[in-house]
C-alpha cells in the first residue's frame, strides 16, 4: 500500500541525494583510475624505454668492434635472442620474432649496410628519417603497414653510421586496453553498488521522516491526540520526532484550553441572553399596547443578533486558532447549492434580487456538514444586506482533478476598495455595512480549515465576485443526504 505523500522514485529526494552522492563518487574513482592508468602505462613505457637504450648500447658496441664480414650473423643472433627472451610480444605465434623487433644501420653516405625486421626496409627508413629523433632517447615513430607504432632508439657510432633498434607498441597497448577495459567494468561495479548504498540508506532515513510527515498532516485533520512515530535511534531523526511530540503536547494543551474557555463563555453568555429572551417574549405576550410590542419586537430582534455575532465571534476565533472541531464527510455541494437557493429565493426575490446557479451536476466535497450550511447561508445573507434591488446573483459551481470550485458574483456596486485587501479580516466592513463585520472573515475561517482557499476581487465591469475552492471528497467517504446536511 503505497503512502498518499508518497512520491515517485525518480522525483525523491533519496533519488537525488543518491544521484549527487553518484556522481561525486564517480568523478573520484574515475579519477583515480585515469591516474592508475597513467602510472602503470608510464610505468611500462619506461621499462620499454630502458630496455631499449641497454640493448641499443650493446648492440652498437657489438656492431664496433665486430669485423663487417660476421656482424650481420651477430646482430640477427643477437637480435633473435633478446626478442625471444625480453619481448614476448607474440606469444603462441608463428610469424616470427622480428615483426616486433626490428635492427636498422645506416651509413654516412644515407645507404643501408645493414636490416633485420619485418615489412619494407624503405618504410622503416623513411619513417625514421622523417621524425626527428634524438639520440639516445627513445621515440614513438609510426610505420606504415603496422597498426601500432614502434617505440625507437637511435645509437650514432663513431664513422657516422647510426643504428636504430625499434620495439613495437602494440603489446604495451593491448596490455592497457585490456587495463582500461578492467579499470571500466570495476568502476561501473563500484559506481552502482555505492548508488544502492547510498540510495537505500538515505531512503531508509527519508522513510522515517516521510512517516512523521504523514503522521503530521492527519494531526488536527482528526485529533490533536495522534502523535508522530519514534525510533529507538538516538539520532537526528528521532530527536525531531520527541520535538514534535513535545511541541504537539503543548498544542493540545493550548487547544483544550482554548476549547474550555470557549466553551464556558458561550454557556455563560447564552444562558443569560436566553433567559432574557423568555422574558421578553413573556413580556410580548402581555403587552397591551403596540408601542410597547413594537419595543419589545425590537429588543427581541437585537437579542437574536448579539447571540448571533457571539455565535459568529466563538467560531472565527476557534478557526483562527486553528482549532474548530470538524467531522468530515462527502457533502453533495451541488444538491446543498439548490436547497439554499430554494431557501433563500423567496426572501431574495421580496427584495427585488434574482438568483441564478449554474452547475454541472453531482460534485462531492470533504467538509463539515454543519459549518458548510452555515458558510453558504452567510454567503446569501451577504447578498440579501449590501446588494441594492434589481441585482442579480450568480452562483457557478465547477470542479478541477482534485478540487471543488465556487464563485459568488453579483452585478452590484462591489467592494469597496479601501477594505477589498483586508475584507476577511475581522471587524472589516464598509462604510454602509450594518452588520459586523464577522460574515466574510467567518467564511474565510471555514474555507481555510477545510483546507481551501478563497479569494475576493471585483468584476471588470463591476460587482463583487468570491472565488472558494473546497478539496474534493475520496471515493471511500460516505455521501451525506440533504437532510443531514441541514440538520
Request: charged residues 20%.
Amino acid at each position: 500500500m503505497f503512502s498518499k505523500t508518497a512520491k515517485p522514485i525518480m522525483q525523491s529526494a533519496a533519488w537525488r541525494i543518491s544521484m549527487w552522492a553518484t556522481l561525486a563518487f564517480a568523478c573520484g574513482t574515475m579519477v583515480v583510475f585515469i591516474f592508475l592508468h597513467q602510472f602503470v602505462a608510464g610505468d611500462i613505457q619506461r621499462r620499454t624505454d630502458a630496455w631499449l637504450a641497454g640493448e641499443a648500447g650493446v648492440l652498437s658496441d657489438v656492431a664496433a668492434r665486430t669485423p663487417k664480414g660476421v656482424l650481420y650473423r651477430r646482430v640477427v643472433g643477437e637480435v633473435a635472442e633478446l626478442a625471444s627472451r625480453e619481448v614476448p610480444h607474440k606469444r603462441g605465434a608463428r610469424t616470427g620474432l622480428n615483426n616486433s623487433v626490428f635492427f636498422l644501420q645506416t651509413a654516412a653516405d644515407g645507404t643501408v649496410p645493414l636490416w633485420v625486421g619485418a615489412g619494407d626496409v624503405n618504410a622503416h627508413l623513411s619513417a625514421v628519417r622523417n621524425t626527428r629523433i634524438i639520440p639516445d632517447t627513445p621515440t614513438s615513430v609510426h610505420i606504415a603497414g603496422f597498426d601500432a607504432p614502434f617505440r625507437v632508439v637511435c645509437v650514432r657510432m663513431g664513422n657516422g653510421s647510426q643504428i636504430y633498434l625499434g620495439v613495437s607498441e602494440r603489446d604495451q597497448l593491448r596490455v592497457l586496453g585490456k587495463l582500461s577495459l578492467r579499470f571500466v567494468l570495476l568502476w561501473l561495479l563500484i559506481v552502482l553498488i555505492g548508488s544502492a548504498i547510498v540510495f537505500y540508506s538515505t531512503r531508509r532515513v527519508l522513510r522515517h521522516v516521510q512517516e512523521i510527515t504523514e503522521a503530521a498532516s492527519r494531526i488536527g485533520e482528526a485529533d490533536l491526540s495522534s502523535r508522530v512515530p519514534t525510533t529507538r535511534r538516538n539520532d537526528e531523526v528521532s530527536q525531531l520526532a520527541i520535538t514534535l511530540n513535545r511541541m504537539l503536547d503543548r498544542i493540545e494543551r493550548s487547544v483544550h484550553q482554548l476549547h474550555t474557555i470557549t466553551g464556558s463563555l458561550a454557556h455563560d453568555l447564552r444562558s443569560p441572553l436566553t433567559a432574557v429572551r423568555a422574558k421578553l417574549e413573556m413580556s410580548l405576550t402581555a403587552a397591551a399596547h403596540d408601542e410597547e410590542s413594537e419595543s419589545l419586537v425590537s429588543a427581541i430582534e437585537d437579542m437574536d443578533r448579539l447571540t448571533e455575532f457571539l455565535d459568529k465571534s466563538l467560531d472565527v476565533a476557534e478557526a483562527k486558532a486553528n482549532a474548530l472541531r470538524l467531522n468530515r464527510v462527502a457533502v453533495d455541494l451541488d444538491d446543498l447549492l439548490r436547497v439554499m437557493v430554494e431557501l433563500y429565493e423567496p426572501s431574495m426575490s421580496e427584495k427585488g434580487l434574482r438568483v441564478k446557479l449554474c452547475s454541472a451536476g453531482w460534485l462531492e466535497v470533504s467538509a463539515d456538514a454543519a459549518l458548510l450550511h452555515r458558510m453558504i447561508a452567510n454567503l446569501f445573507d451577504n447578498e440579501l444586506k449590501h446588494l441594492p434591488a434589481s441585482c442579480t446573483v450568480t452562483i457557478s459551481l465547477g470542479s478541477s482533478e482534485d478540487s471543488a470550485l465556487l464563485v459568488v458574483e453579483d452585478d452590484g456596486p462591489g467592494f469597496e476598495s479601501e477594505v477589498l485587501s483586508q475584507i476577511f479580516e475581522r471587524r472589516v466592513k464598509g462604510r454602509n455595512s450594518t452588520g459586523h463585520g464577522l460574515g466574510l472573515a467567518f467564511i474565510e475561517a471555514v474555507v481555510r480549515v477545510h483546507g481551501g482557499n478563497i479569494e475576493a476581487s471585483n468584476g471588470n465591469d463591476g460587482g463583487a465576485r468570491l472565488t472558494i475552492t473546497l478539496p474534493r471528497a475520496v471515493h471511500s467517504m460516505r455521501p451525506l443526504s440533504p437532510a443531514l446536511a441541514h440538520a
